[in-house]
């Protein structure tokens, strides 16, 4: 890894090619088909140039070869991911199959990404909602009526009755909508298989995340939770509209409201394990660069969940060196923050392993580390599968950061409230 220096997507993006090129996992490949693609349409590009670069160097061309991969899994992934990119950079990406060599240029021309239309199609549905938005805080929600109701005027749906779907658009009365939302989270906790959803998942999908954006809160909570059931219910065949969904969710980690941020948290670990982990925390840490320190913040707290619940199948070694700069961030929150992310790490990885991969450190955040791995509280996961942080004392260690990124105690639940579906509740670790 090298010196601590500015995080640098170029660099997580070769990473991630490289897994797709050498992992011996084929459900790995397959992930980080995927994960490339959503850490790709997140990241912020200082000039259209320097995205097309990158395109041509990285993406495209580790997602072409891919294609040849002898999993079909992750020949399949790969073609999702590549119509994901054309979606986005029609002409960025045909410029970069050009410079692509003739065996990879022939195979991408000849596979047409006929059999991924379906993305493409969902991409058009969506794809006013998905590049809108800037990832960052979200607006303060209005609590009463007025105001579009999520952008739903004029959609339709099959699956469900004319009467409730009325109701979903009633731009003038939020309590209208927040019943009828409510209303429609039961029908699809009351299907019985994906069969039965499978026809109307488009269309659904279409208005799930649309009603993201409505300026009711409560509303934007029950559509996160329905998101979630509809990942409990499709498992791995959600994957088609991952490069839609991370987009929305990644938005939603820097969000003013704990609780949206504890909905969304709930939605990401859900993806985690629908689509396996390491891809969607590849994602994740691909933005750990924002901004805003509560994204980056909200990135390091996904993270250990997914160690906690997942940790045999993340790439650990990747994780230290995408983590590890944050021991220098401007926010102590942060700060203290990776330094519990590390902790989990090195208690995974071993004394050994761990300081092999670990970049070189300034002497005094190395001493801060080195403290703090004397300390043998790690952050658990509790019987609802929510973060708890430990008390730990020494030096800068219990000054600050008495609350986590959510803003409840140190120590106590970190992802939401106390109802709804449990996730994994052990750490492999402890």
């Given at each position: 890894c090298g010196k601590v220096r500015d995080h640098d997507v170029r660099l997580l993006l070769r990473g991630v090619a490289e897994c797709i090129q050498h992992s011996p996992s084929e459900e790995?490949?397959?992930?980080?088909?995927?994960?490339?693609?959503?850490?790709?349409?997140?990241?912020?590009?200082?000039?259209?140039?320097?995205?097309?670069?990158?395109?041509?160097?990285?993406?495209?061309?580790a997602l072409a070869a891919a294609l040849a991969d002898k999993s079909p899994a992750v020949s399949k992934s790969a073609?999702?991911?590549?119509?994901?990119?054309?979606?986005?950079?029609?002409?960025?990406?045909?410029a970069a199959v050009?410079?692509?060599?003739?065996?990879?240029?022939?195979?991408?021309?000849?596979?047409?990404?006929?059999?991924?239309?379906?993305?493409?199609?969902?991409?058009?549905?969506?794809?006013?909602?998905?590049?809108?938005?800037?990832?960052?805080?979200?607006?303060?929600?209005?609590?009463?009526?007025?105001?579009?109701?999520?952008?739903?005027?004029?959609?339709?749906?099959?699956?469900?009755?004319?009467?409730?779907?009325?109701?979903?658009?009633?731009?003038?009365?939020?309590?209208?909508?927040?019943?009828?939302?409510?209303?429609?989270?039961?029908?699809?906790?009351?299907?019985?298989?994906?069969?039965?959803?499978?026809p109307h998942l488009a269309q659904l999908m279409e208005f799930l995340l649309a009603l993201l954006h409505d300026p009711n809160f409560k509303i934007e909570i029950t559509a996160?939770?329905?998101?979630?059931?509809?990942?409990?219910?499709?498992?791995?065949?959600?994957?088609?509209?991952?490069?839609?969904?991370?987009?929305?969710?990644?938005?939603?980690?820097?969000?003013?409201?704990?609780?949206?941020?504890?909905?969304?948290?709930?939605?990401?670990?859900?993806?985690?394990?629908?689509?396996?982990?390491?891809?969607?925390?590849?994602?994740l840490l691909g933005n750990l660069s924002h901004e805003s320190w509560r994204v980056r913040e909200e990135i390091l707290v996904l993270t250990m969940q997914g160690l906690l619940a997942f940790e045999p199948r993340l790439n650990l070694d990747a994780i230290v060196c995408a983590v590890a700069p944050l021991l220098d961030d401007e926010k102590t929150k942060v700060k203290l923050t990776a330094i519990e992310s590390l902790a989990l790490l090195h208690a995974a990885m071993g004394a050994d392993r761990f300081f092999s991969v670990l970049p070189t450190l300034d002497g005094q955040v190395l001493r801060l580390l080195e403290v703090r791995l004397t300390q043998p509280q790690l952050p658990t996961l509790n019987a609802e599968g929510m973060l708890e942080l430990p008390t730990v004392r020494g030096n800068g260690l219990d000054d600050t950061s008495s609350t986590s990124g959510a803003g409840t105690p140190r120590g106590a639940s970190r992802t939401g409230d106390r109802g709804g579906d449990q996730e994994p509740s052990r750490s492999p670790m402890r």
């Open positions: 790995q490949r397959a992930e980080c088909c995927a994960a490339l693609v959503t850490i790709y349409s997140t990241a912020k590009y200082r000039t259209t140039g320097m995205e097309e670069l990158t395109l041509q160097e990285v993406v495209v061309t073609m999702h991911a590549l119509e994901a990119v054309r979606t986005r950079a029609s002409d960025a990406f045909m050009e410079t692509l060599p003739a065996d990879l240029q022939k195979l991408v021309k000849s596979k047409k990404l006929s059999s991924v239309a379906v993305i493409e199609e969902q991409a058009d549905i969506v794809g006013e909602i998905t590049h809108k938005d800037d990832m960052g805080v979200a607006a303060e929600s209005q609590e009463s009526g007025g105001g579009e109701a999520g952008g739903l005027g004029g959609m339709s749906l099959s699956f469900v009755p004319a009467r409730l779907l009325e109701d979903l658009q009633d731009a003038n009365n939020w309590r209208v909508r927040a019943l009828a939302v409510e209303e429609l989270q039961g029908l699809v906790k009351a299907v019985h298989g994906p069969a039965e959803i499978q996160l939770q329905t998101i979630g059931d509809l990942i409990s219910l499709m498992g791995a065949d959600i994957r088609p509209f991952e490069v839609l969904l991370m987009p929305q969710l990644q938005q939603k980690l820097g969000d003013n409201k704990t609780l949206v941020r504890h909905a969304n948290a709930k939605v990401v670990v859900k993806m985690m394990g629908a689509l396996g982990p390491d891809g969607i925390v590849s994602a």
